[in-house]
T-cell receptor, first 114, second 115 residues
């Protein structure tokens, strides 16, 4: 079963606007990661946030983590056409000690309109 | 380019057949993971090997098996194929045993179509 659930399932915005995607998960985690997947391609790691961190930045990406609500958000600022892709959150369950592979949500499909 | 190589990129086969997917991890990575991605199930973790040994199992069917060889490349064997096995199969690798706090690098995937 999916640990993470992204919301919305799909998002279409104009180039230059900000895009926000949310992820909710069910069990306690060690870390949460965000990945990007271009259509039919492999997943590319974007950013990792640890369970004791609340916010992290990487270029135009900003990730927040609220462990009390078991949720995370990914903000992409000043979006570009090249940001069109599916975005997945992935968690490693604390109980498993990180040995059971990452559990991915179903993803948010982001479309940037030029 | 993630450095993870998967072959073949595409294959089409009939129900009941058996196929083998191959993965070469990034240089220096000891962990290999296999994932299945389908429209209805999303990305499902199948199995992990670390330095030749099976270390974690996810939603892998009994008809599927995997192994990691001494040179660290890995193969995923899918047998008695069914239509529902059609999916994109990813291999990923990382340097460490545990995913916690570590980035895993994905290959481009092998598209399997069962007809």
């Amino acid at each position: 079963s999916q640990q993470g659930e992204e919301d919305p399932q799909a998002l279409s915005i104009q180039e230059g606007e900000n895009a926000t995607m949310n992820c909710s998960y069910k069990t306690s985690i060690n870390n949460l990661q965000w990945y990007r997947q271009n259509s039919g391609r492999g997943l590319v790691h974007l950013i990792l946030i640890r369970s004791n961190e609340r916010e992290k930045h990487s270029g135009r990406l900003r990730v927040t983590l609220d462990t009390s609500k078991k949720s995370s958000s990914l903000l992409i600022t000043a979006s570009r056409a090249a940001d069109t892709a599916s975005y997945f959150c992935a968690t490693d369950a604390r109980e498993a000690g990180g040995a059971d592979g990452l559990t991915f949500g179903k993803g948010t499909h982001l479309i940037i309109q030029p | 380019d993630s450095g993870v190589t998967q072959t073949p990129k595409h294959l089409i086969t009939a129900t009941g057949q058996r196929v083998t997917l191959r993965c070469s991890p990034r240089s220096g990575d000891l962990s290999v993971y296999w994932y299945q991605q389908s429209l209805d199930q999303g990305l499902q973790f199948l199995i992990q090997y670390y330095n030749g040994e099976e270390r974690a199992k996810g939603n892998i069917l009994e008809r599927f098996s995997a192994q990691q060889f001494p040179d660290l490349h890995s193969e995923l064997n899918l047998s008695s194929l069914e239509l529902g096995d059609s999916a994109l199969y990813f291999c990923a690798s990382s340097v460490a045993l545990r995913v916690s706090g570590n980035t895993i690098y994905f290959g481009e995937g092998s598209w399997l179509t069962v007809v």
